[in-house]
């Protein structure tokens, strides 16, 4: 199996769901970013923050720090937050036994600081499970944050530096409970991370 296991898939299948069940407790052991949904008291969604990957195992412990707000004019993006802490969190994640990035491949990758941090982790040794917008997620990011043809030609470019990586395997999700990508994960896992 290859080092680097990236899943796709349209918003809403399981991905990250699928990820974080398969490793158990063993994501308290990975470097790297993950996205949250931020919701208010009453369920609504108030924004997405980014936490370190560790955090998937215990949120309450980690504070994040908000990358998109949702108020009455609608949604705002803070590119600093990636431009800065996600640079940080990908930087340490070197020192990881492994590496979970949930999720890339929205905005993010026009920041060239941030991109340039995903370039310089895939070229480390340490295995990698992440999680990248499909095609679906990133024409709607481009929708709703007025972003140009130069995003989406961005976008097509990391999918295909990735798609031609010897060292990384991507697996696209297509429904909730597939058993391929449950496979594909559990595989991942035992062979580099060696949960059983």
Not at 16 to 39: C, D, K, M, P, Q
Not at 49 to 61: E, I, M
Not at 145 to 152: C, D, W, Y
Request: charge should be neutral.
């Amino acid at each position: 199996m290859k080092k680097h296991l990236i899943i796709t898939g349209p918003s809403g299948c399981g991905k990250t769901t699928l990820i974080r069940e398969v490793l158990g407790s063993s994501i308290a052991y990975a470097g790297g970013i993950i996205t949250e949904r931020a919701l208010d008291e009453k369920g609504e969604l108030e924004g997405f923050d980014l936490y370190p990957a560790a955090a998937a195992a215990d949120k309450d412990s980690y504070t994040g720090q908000r990358f998109i707000s949702r108020s009455a004019l609608g949604l705002t993006k803070d590119t600093e937050v990636f431009r800065n802490y996600g640079v940080q969190l990908l930087t340490e994640a070197q020192y990881y036994p492994f590496i979970l990035i949930d999720e890339f491949g929205g905005f993010d990758v026009l920041i060239p600081q941030f991109r340039n941090a995903i370039a310089d982790v895939f070229s480390l040794d340490t295995p990698i499970i992440a999680v990248l917008k499909n095609s679906s997620n990133v024409k709607e990011v481009k929708k709703k944050f007025h972003l140009g043809p130069r995003f989406t030609q961005t976008v097509d470019i990391v999918r295909t530096v990735l798609a031609n990586d010897p060292d990384t395997q991507i697996v696209e999700m297509k429904k909730a409970g597939d058993l391929k990508v449950r496979a594909a994960i559990e595989q991942w896992a035992k062979e580099y991370i060696n949960v059983r």
